[in-house]
């Protein structure tokens, strides 16, 4: 079964960047979408941004403009660019593919936007 290994969390000034990486154990050869999630204390997971099969990405409104979602299929990685963060960014991230029959999530990686 493939896992997803998240890294790339850090503590950040405001202001500042980081790039997330999410490394699937196997190549995923047939999905829905996949992506990344968060969740800050106290409040509900949710979708940051997603690529689907088809090859079209969406972002959660807060975020647009300053993150981006890639991949690099040869080594089975997705990322997550993240610029200009806001303490609101405060969160852990979590990968998430979505292939038939199953959900496969990463164990998160905290990032922390704070001066």
């Known amino acids: 079964q493939v896992q997803l290994v998240e890294s790339g969390g850090s503590l950040v000034q405001p202001g500042g960047s980081l790039r997330l990486s999410c490394v699937a154990s196997g190549r995923i050869t047939n999905f829905f979408s996949m992506g990344w999630y968060r969740q800050a204390p106290g409040k509900p997971r949710e979708l940051v941004a997603r690529?689907?099969?088809?090859?079209?990405?969406d972002y959660i409104e807060s975020v647009k403009g300053r993150f981006t979602i890639s991949r690099d299929n040869a080594i089975n990685t997705l990322y997550l660019q993240m610029n200009s963060l806001k303490p609101e960014d405060t969160a852990v991230y979590y990968c998430?593919?979505?292939?038939?029959?199953?959900?496969?999530w990463g164990q998160g990686t905290q990032v922390t936007v704070s001066s």
């Open positions: 998430k593919i979505v292939s038939p029959g199953r959900n496969i």
């Open positions: 690529f689907h099969s088809s090859g079209s990405t």
